[in-house]
């Protein structure tokens, strides 16, 4: 039986893979054109929690300055249907474990737009966003 320590760096590495992954992901979809401000976020260097909890408001600031987003379409697990279900064909069961929504898609302008003078109320992501300014 592995240690308590072991686990935490297994986690820990776990984590860090994952990271590097959703930023990956980010930036390449931010190269290739429109992508969400989640990805906009994490592409820009922000830590995928901290991305997660401000694309909402961002999005809600680029449409109060009357952007309107490109509408796109994502694939997303349905909560509970997380097994491989018996049918048919493997595709029927990808469709019933799956759904596909639309999505925002921002571009870059749009996002430093929306980001151009706001401040959270959390002062690391403040200084965080901040910087965003500067550099955008």
């Known amino acids: 039986m ?4 072991s686990h935490r760096a297994a986690a820990i ?7 590097h992954r959703a930023r990956r992901r980010a930036v390449k979809a931010v190269t ?6 989640f990805a ?4 820009m260097g922000i830590d995928t929690d901290t991305a997660h909890r401000y694309a909402a408001t961002l999005t ?3 449409k109060a300055l009357g952007e309107t987003p490109v509408t796109g379409l994502t694939v997303k ?26 999505v925002a898609l921002w571009t870059r302008a749009q996002i430093t737009a929306a980001l151009h003078g706001y401040q959270p109320r959390d002062t690391a992501a403040r200084e965080r966003f901040a910087r965003l300014a500067l550099t955008a």
Do not use: F, W, Y
């Open 40 to 43: 906009h976020l994490t592409a």
């Open 77 to 102: 697990k349905r909560p509970g249907k997380k097994g491989i279900t018996r049918t048919r064909s493997a595709d029927l069961g990808r469709k019933k474990r799956h759904r596909i929504t639309p």
């Open 13 to 19: 590495v776990r984590d860090s893979a994952r990271a």
């Open 2 to 5: 592995a240690s308590a320590s």
């Open 60 to 62: 809600k600031r680029a």
């Open 32 to 37: 290739s054109g429109p992508a969400s401000a």
